[in-house]
C-alpha cells in the first residue's frame, strides 16, 4: 500500500520575499535621488546607470556602498553650497600699517632737528628708524637724558602713541673703549641708554611697556666711520625703530 504523501506545509513567510523586493526598491529610489541632487550631471547618470545594473544583476548592496562613500569622499571635497571664496578665505593678519605717512610727519615737525644733525631719519624694510644723537639726547658717557631733549621726544612719542607697531631702542656706541666708575664698557653704556630711553617714554609719555625692547650693540654697528670726529659722533647714537612685519620676524612673540 503506498503511504498517503504527507500535506505539505503551508509557507506563512512568503510576505518577506514581497517586503525584500520593496526594501530593495526603497534603497534604490533615495540612492537615485541622492545622485541627482549633485551638481554633476555626468556623475548623477553613472550612479543611476550603476544602480540599474545592480539591480539586474543582483549587485545592490555593494553599488549602494560604493555611491554612498563616494558621494561622500566628493562633499568633503566640495565647497559648501551658498559660499563664496570670500566667505572660505582665512581672515587678514592684522599688520602694522604704512610707515611713510609717520615718515613724512616727523619731517615736517622735526625738520630743523633733522637740518641741524640732531635727528637722522631713515625708512629702512625692518621699519622707521629714528636715530637720536649722543650730543643732543645724552652726555659724554653717562646714560642720563639731557632736559633740553624732551620737546624733541615728545614730538617723536606723539607719533609713536599714535601708531600699533612694536618699538626697539637700540644704544650705539663709538669704539673707544669706555671705562669708569659707573660703566666699564660701551656694551653697558649703549645697554644703559636703550633703558634710559625706554623708562622716559613709559614714564613721561605713557608708551605702553609691553610694545618695546631694548638692545645694546656698543661699537659694533656703526653709522660711520671711526676715522673721525664728526663720523664717531654720529655712531655714538639710540636708535628708535618702529617695526615694520618684517621686522617683527625676528622679535619674540608673547604665549
Not at 58 to 72: E, P, Y
Not at 138 to 161: H, M, N, T
Not at 189 to 211: C, F, K
Request: proline share 6%; glycine share 6%; charged share 25%.
Amino acid at each position: 500500500m503506498n503511504r498517503r504523501k504527507s500535506a505539505e506545509h503551508e509557507n506563512h513567510e512568503r510576505w518577506l520575499v514581497s517586503y525584500a523586493d520593496f526594501i530593495t526598491l526603497l534603497f534604490a529610489f533615495f540612492v537615485v535621488m541622492f545622485a541627482s541632487a549633485q551638481s554633476d550631471k555626468n556623475k548623477a547618470k553613472a550612479v543611476s546607470d550603476s544602480v540599474r545594473d545592480a539591480i539586474e544583476h543582483g549587485q545592490l548592496s555593494s553599488a549602494i556602498s560604493t555611491v554612498l562613500g563616494r558621494a561622500k569622499h566628493e562633499a568633503g571635497k566640495a565647497p559648501l553650497k551658498g559660499t563664496s571664496e570670500r566667505d572660505t578665505a582665512p581672515p587678514p593678519e592684522n599688520h602694522p600699517p604704512d610707515l611713510a605717512k609717520s615718515l613724512a610727519t616727523l619731517q615736517q615737525g622735526l625738520a630743523e632737528e633733522i637740518v641741524t644733525g640732531k635727528l637722522q631719519l631713515t625708512l629702512e624694510p625692518r621699519g622707521l628708524v629714528i636715530g637720536m644723537r649722543e650730543a643732543t639726547f645724552f652726555a659724554s658717557g653717562d646714560d642720563a637724558i639731557a632736559p633740553a631733549s624732551l620737546p624733541i621726544v615728545s614730538k617723536i612719542a606723539e607719533v609713536v602713541r599714535s601708531l600699533p607697531n612694536p618699538v626697539r631702542l637700540e644704544g650705539h656706541t663709538d669704539s673707544r673703549p669706555i671705562h669708569n666708575s659707573r660703566f666699564h664698557s660701551n656694551w653697558e653704556l649703549s645697554a644703559a641708554r636703550s633703558i634710559a630711553m625706554l623708562e622716559l617714554l613709559r614714564d613721561r609719555y605713557q608708551v605702553a611697556p609691553g610694545r618695546m625692547a631694548i638692545a645694546g650693540y656698543a661699537d659694533t654697528a656703526p653709522a660711520d666711520t671711526n676715522g673721525t670726529e664728526e663720523g664717531r659722533s654720529h655712531n655714538r647714537r639710540v636708535d628708535l625703530i618702529l617695526l615694520t612685519v618684517g621686522g617683527m620676524a625676528g622679535e619674540p612673540r608673547p604665549h
